[in-house]
Nanobody, 124 residues
Framework: QVQLVETGGGLVQAGDSLSLSCTASGHPFTNYAMGWFRQAPGNEREFVATINRSGSKTAYSASVQGRFTISRDNAKKTVYLQMNNLRPEGTATYYC?????????????????WGEGTQLTVSS
């Protein structure tokens, strides 16, 4: 049974930093790209960041480029999202996901398994 468990969400103030983690089990994690998405109430789920299977290539949405960093530790089957200079519009539930593919992916339908999400609230 594949499980993805996100941790690290919470309530922060605008300008703060926070790191999210996502640990996988029951899945050959190291062979596949990983991604972070987020969904705010009333909005569609949107792409945030992705990383290829080795961790050598990443991609970000324009809204987080330069502020967020995705990384992975294949030995720990964990992917991270370091978020700096957080903004109130970043308030959302953040989800990690495992792709069908080894290369970085920005489309939600390129992902096979999803975590249940962790809530981040950024106050102004």
């Amino acid at each position: 049974q594949v499980q993805l468990v996100e941790t690290g969400g919470g309530l922060v103030q605008a300008g703060d930093s926070l790191s999210l983690s996502c640990t996988a089990s029951g899945h050959p994690f190291t062979n596949y790209a990983m991604g972070w998405f987020r969904q705010a109430p009333g909005n569609e789920r949107e792409f945030v960041a992705t990383i290829n299977r080795s961790g050598s290539k990443t991609a970000y949405s324009a809204s987080v480029q330069g502020r967020f960093t995705i990384s992975r530790d294949n030995a720990k089957k964990t992917v991270y999202l370091q978020m700096n200079n957080l903004r109130p519009e970043g308030t959302a539930t953040y989800y990690c996901a495992v792709s069908y593919y080894s290369h970085e992916q920005e489309r939600a339908n390129a992902y096979e398994y999803w975590g249940e999400g962790t809530q981040l609230t950024v106050s102004s």
